[in-house]
C-alpha cells in the first residue's frame, strides 16, 4: 500500500498557502500534499483540488478520528489512476465535485473542503446521497477504506490468524471483564 | 470399471453439485458400489489454499455469476446482483458454511397442521416424519462428527460466546450451550481438533470442521466408483420419449460442451440453481420445465427469517477469536402462539471481521453513527438470528431471459418479500438479542439487517401430492422417475434450524432409496 503514496514533505510555501479550514490537506502544483503526515499524492487525470475534495469527503462519509488522512487517500486514489482510462468516471468525480463545490457555496460561502464543520459538509452530503457520484464515492469506500489491512489494528482487528496458529493459545478466551 | 467414466456410460449416477447434499449423496452412493459421475461448477481447492481474508476468500470462493433480484426484501436494493452467498467451488457451500448442525423438531415437519391457514402462507407438511427421519439424522452426525452427539464433547466458548452465555442466562434463557457443531472438539475421523483459527466462513483450514469437500468426496473417490468433474456448469437435462432423463449436458473447464449420459440424473446446485436447472431444460414434451407439472418449480423461496445483532460493550470482546458460530440459545425456538407469530427462532453467535462488517452492518449506510459503531469494533459481541420464514408461492426463482449468462442461458431472478410472520419473528428476536446483551452492559446495540442468503429452501419442495410439490418422500420427482432432486430446494418448510444436517441425512437416506430401487430396477 506504501507505493500508492509518495512520501515526501511539501515546500515551505506549500505549507504557507496551504492552511485553511480543511485541516492539513493542501494543494501544491499537480500534488495534494499533507505535511503533518508527511505525504503527497500526485495527480494528473483529475485535478488536485477535486482530489483534495474527494479526500476531505471521504472522511466526511466515514468519520474516524484515530484514522490519518493517508488511508482516505490510499482509497481515493483509484480515482485518479481509473479516471485516466475512462473518460466517463472522470466527468461523474469532477463533476460532482463541483456540485459539491456550488452547494457549499450557496449554503456558506466557500468551497466543500474549506467548510469548517463536519456536521455543515454533512447538510451537503445529505442533499446529493442518492446520486451516482455520492454512491460511487461511498461505496467504493467500503472496500477501499475498510479492507486496508493497515487500518485494522486501528480497529482491535488482528486479520488472519491461521498462519498464527489460530487463537487456541492465543486469548479466544480470554475475556476477564465479565 | 471404475472413475473416470465415459461420457457414453449410461450407466452412471449423474449428480449435478458437491455440496452438502449432492458431495453426501454422490459418496455415499459411491460406497455402495454405484458409479457416480458429480459435476461441480466451481473449481476445486485444497484446504491449504483457502484465504484467512474476506474479501480475498470472497473471491476464491463464492458464487458471484450473474442473478438478478426483486421484491420489497432489503437486499435487493443493496446487494440487486447477489441474492445469496453461498460457494461456488467443491464441497459446495458445505465449504462455507459455519458447523451448527441442529435436528428439526417434530412439529416443523407439520407445519399446515400445526401453524393453520396462514393468509399467504403456502405452508404444507412435508411427507416425512420426525420419526421418519431419526436414523438418518443420527447416521448423519455420526459422520459428520457433531458435538453433542455420540459421546463427541462440546466446543469450549470463545470470547464471543461467553459475552452472549452470560447474557442469555441473566435474562432467564436455559438452553444456552456451544451448540451442536460439525467441528471436531478432539481428533476424530482422521481430522484434527479446532484450533479457534477464525475465519469459519472462508473455509476451515485446520481441517477441523466438516464438509464434503475433505470428509466425504475422498472417501468416495477412493472407492473407485466416484468421478469429480470441477469447472463444469450444467446447461441442461435431457430425455427421451418416454419422458425419462437421459444425459446432463454441460460446459467443461476448457469451454467445450459435453453430454455425459446417464441412468439417474440428482440435481443439487441450491436452491437458486436447482430449479433454474429444471427451468433452463426446457422442452416440448416439458414446456414449463422438467418436473415442473405442478407449477410449483422454483415458488416457495425461503432464505429463513434472519438478522444479525451486535452490541458494543465498554471494553474489549475480541468476538472474532476462535469459531465464527460456536454458541447457540434454543429457548425461542419452539413454537409459542404468545408471542405472536408461527414457528420459531434460534440466536447463534456469529462474528464477522471489519470488511464484511463494513459492507454488512447497515449496508448503504454513512456517516457518524455507523463510523463510530465501526470504531467499537474491538468491543463488539455479535449474534445471528435464525428462525422459520413463511413459504409464499411468490417469493420465487424465475428466470429472466432479458439477462443471459457467459454461456448465453437466462438468469436467475430472485424474488422476495417479508410475510407479516417473518417481520412480528425478526422485531421479537432484535428485542430479545438486545435484551442479551443489554444485560451484561451493553452501552449500544445494532439491529442489523440480513445479509445475502446463505440457507436457501424450499424451491423444488417435497410433497405428498404432486400437485403441491416438485418432488417426493424421497427426493424424486413427481414427474420423472429417474430424475431426483438432493440439496435443500426440497425442503418443504424451513424449520428455525440451520438446513445442513437435515440436508445431508436426507441425501444418506436417498442414497439408500436409490441404491434399493436400483436394485430392483425400477428405475
Known amino acids: 500500500m506504501a507505493t500508492l503514496i509518495d512520501r515526501r514533505g511539501p515546500s515551505r510555501r506549500a505549507v504557507l498557502a496551504g492552511i485553511g479550514a480543511a485541516g492539513a490537506l493542501m494543494v501544491s502544483g499537480a500534488a495534494v500534499l499533507n505535511p503533518r503526515e508527511a505525504w503527497g499524492l500526485e495527480v494528473t487525470a483529475l485535478k488536485p483540488e477535486t482530489m483534495r475534495t474527494l479526500i476531505v469527503m471521504a472522511r466526511d462519509v466515514y468519520p474516524h478520528d484515530r484514522i490519518p488522512d493517508r488511508y482516505y487517500a490510499i482509497a481515493m486514489k483509484p480515482y485518479e489512476v481509473d479516471a485516466a482510462k475512462d473518460p466517463a468516471l472522470k466527468v461523474l468525480v469532477e463533476d460532482g465535485v463541483i456540485t459539491l463545490d456550488t452547494l457549499s457555496k450557496a449554503k456558506y460561502g466557500v468551497a466543500y473542503a474549506d467548510v469548517g464543520w463536519e456536521d455543515q459538509r454533512v447538510a451537503v452530503l445529505r442533499e446529493i446521497e442518492d446520486s451516482a457520484f455520492f454512491q460511487k464515492v461511498r461505496g467504493g469506500l467500503v472496500v477501499g477504506l475498510y479492507n486496508q489491512e493497515e487500518v485494522w489494528p486501528i480497529f482491535g482487528y488482528e486479520g488472519a490468524s491461521a498462519d498464527k496458529g489460530g487463537y487456541i493459545d492465543r486469548g479466544f478466551n480470554d475475556i476477564a471483564w465479565l | ?523
Open chain 2, 1 to 523: 470399471m471404475s472413475a473416470p467414466f465415459d461420457l457414453n456410460d449410461d450407466s452412471v449416477v449423474v449428480v449435478v453439485g458437491s455440496g452438502a447434499g449432492g458431495g453426501t449423496l454422490g459418496t455415499e452412493l459411491a460406497l455402495k458400489g454405484i458409479k457416480v459421475v458429480i459435476l461441480e461448477a466451481g473449481q476445486r481447492h485444497n484446504m491449504e489454499d483457502f484465504v484467512n481474508n474476506e474479501w480475498e476468500s470472497f473471491s476464491q470462493l463464492a458464487w458471484t455469476d450473474m442473478r438478478t433480484t426483486s421484491g420489497s426484501w432489503r437486499v435487493h436494493k443493496n446487494f440487486p446482483n447477489l441474492p445469496a452467498w453461498i460457494v461456488k467451488a467443491v464441497g459446495g457451500s458445505s465449504v462455507h458454511w459455519a458447523g451448527a448442525s441442529l435436528r428439526f423438531q417434530e412439529h416443523e415437519f407439520k407445519t399446515r397442521t400445526t401453524y393453520g391457514d396462514l393468509d399467504g402462507a403456502n405452508l404444507l407438511d412435508w411427507p416425512i416424519t420426525l420419526a421418519e427421519l431419526e436414523p438418518w439424522y443420527a447416521k448423519a452426525e455420526d459422520r459428520m462428527g457433531v458435538t453433542r452427539t455420540n459421546g463427541i464433547p462440546g466446543l469450549p466458548g470463545n470470547n464471543n460466546f461467553k459475552v452472549f452465555e452470560a447474557g442469555a442466562k441473566k435474562i432467564g434463557y436455559k438452553e444456552v450451550s456451544t451448540g451442536r457443531m460439525a467441528i471436531n472438539s478432539e481428533p476424530r475421523a482422521d481430522r484434527g481438533a479446532c484450533q479457534q483459527i477464525g475465519f469459519c466462513f472462508q473455509g476451515c483450514k485446520s481441517g477441523a470442521k466438516w464438509s464434503t469437500l475433505i470428509a466425504e468426496i475422498p472417501r468416495g473417490e477412493a472407492t473407485g466408483n466416484l468421478e469429480v468433474r470441477p469447472q463444469s456448469m450444467v446447461q441442461k437435462i435431457e430425455h427421451d420419449e418416454t419422458g425419462k432423463v437421459t444425459a446432463v449436458v454441460y460446459v467443461d473447464k476448457d469451454g467445450k460442451t459435453q453430454r455425459q449420459k446417464a441412468r439417474i440424473v440428482a440435481v443439487a446446485g441450491n436452491s437458486i440453481e436447482s430449479p433454474r436447472l429444471l427451468l433452463n431444460s426446457a422442452s416440448n414434451m416439458f414446456p414449463d420445465g422438467l418436473a415442473n407439472s405442478s407449477g410449483q418449480v422454483g415458488r416457495n423461496y425461503m432464505r429463513h427469517m434472519t438478522g444479525s445483532v451486535y452490541a458494543i460493550f465498554e471494553k474489549p470482546v475480541h468476538m472474532y477469536r476462535g469459531t465464527t458460530m460456536a454458541g447457540i440459545v434454543r429457548d425461542e425456538a419452539g413454537f409459542d402462539a404468545k408471542r405472536g407469530f408461527a414457528g420459531g427462532y434460534e440466536m447463534e453467535t456469529l462474528s464477522i471481521g471489519v470488511p464484511f462488517m463494513a459492507a454488512f452492518l447497515d449496508p448503504g449506510g454513512w456517516g457518524r453513527s455507523f463510523a463510530s459503531a465501526m470504531d467499537g469494533y474491538v468491543n463488539m459481541a455479535g449474534l445471528w438470528i435464525v428462525g422459520e420464514d413463511m413459504p409464499q408461492e411468490t417469493n420465487r426463482v424465475t428466470l429472466n431471459t432479458d439477462v443471459k449468462d457467459q454461456y448465453g442461458l437466462p438468469v436467475a431472478n430472485v424474488h422476495f418479500d417479508d410475510h407479516p410472520n417473518d417481520v412480528a419473528m425478526r422485531n421479537h428476536a432484535y428485542a430479545q438479542g438486545a435484551a442479551i446483551y443489554d444485560s451484561v452492559g451493553a452501552t449500544r446495540t445494532l439491529p442489523t439487517p440480513p445479509y445475502p442468503s446463505t440457507h436457501n429452501l424450499g424451491t423444488n419442495r417435497m410433497s405428498a401430492k404432486a400437485r403441491d410439490g416438485v418432488v417426493n418422500k424421497h427426493g424424486q420427482t413427481h414427474d420423472i422417475p429417474n430424475l431426483f432432486i438432493a440439496d435443500g430446494s426440497q425442503f418443504t418448510t424451513g424449520g428455525a434450524e440451520n438446513p445442513t444436517l437435515t440436508i445431508v441425512a436426507l441425501a444418506l437416506r436417498q442414497a439408500d432409496f436409490i441404491a434399493g430401487e436400483m436394485t430392483r430396477k425400477t428405475i
